[in-house]
């Protein structure tokens, strides 16, 4: 039989039990929302250094990579993609015409 006493021991109980859970979880949380942040800063610092070095680089050093990459202005690619798809004739389930939605009140 549930006396007044024994009442007030489970809830006691469950308090304290939630009180723990909840200290417990809160610093598992905060744990690891300060090593997500301690990345994104890692993160963002080696990025800034790298776009420092890139704009503070000397003018020879940047002509020394123009030369290797191809890619280094679009006016310097190749003009057709030799792996292209070629263009062929439209296929069957392509519409002869385009749709034209028809003009008016679609309500009378």
Same mark, same amino acid.
């Given at each position: 039989?549930?006396?007044?006493?024994?009442?007030?021991?489970?809830?006691?109980?469950?308090?304290?039990?939630?009180?723990? !859970?909840?200290y417990f979880a809160k610093r598992s949380i905060?744990?690891?929302?300060?090593?997500?942040?301690?990345?994104? *800063?890692?993160?963002?610092?080696?990025?800034?250094?790298?776009?420092?070095?890139? *704009?503070?680089?000397?003018?020879?050093?940047?002509?020394?990579?123009?030369?290797?990459?191809?890619?280094? !202005?679009?006016?310097?690619?190749?003009?057709?993609?030799?792996?292209?798809?070629e263009k062929t004739a439209k296929s069957k389930y392509e519409p002869k015409e385009?749709?034209?939605?028809?003009?008016?009140?679609?309500? !009378?």
């Amino acid at each position: 039989m549930n006396t007044i006493r024994s009442t007030w021991l489970g809830w006691g109980a469950l308090c304290v039990a939630g009180g723990g !859970s909840y200290y417990f979880a809160k610093r598992s949380i905060n744990a690891d929302r300060a090593s997500r942040h301690e990345a994104d *800063m890692r993160r963002k610092r080696l990025t800034e250094q790298l776009e420092f070095n890139a *704009m503070h680089e000397p003018p020879a050093a940047k002509s020394q990579h123009k030369a290797t990459d191809p890619a280094a !202005s679009p006016s310097d690619e190749p003009i057709e993609d030799p792996l292209a798809p070629e263009k062929t004739a439209k296929s069957k389930y392509e519409p002869k015409e385009l749709y034209r939605a028809k003009k008016g009140d679609r309500f !009378s």
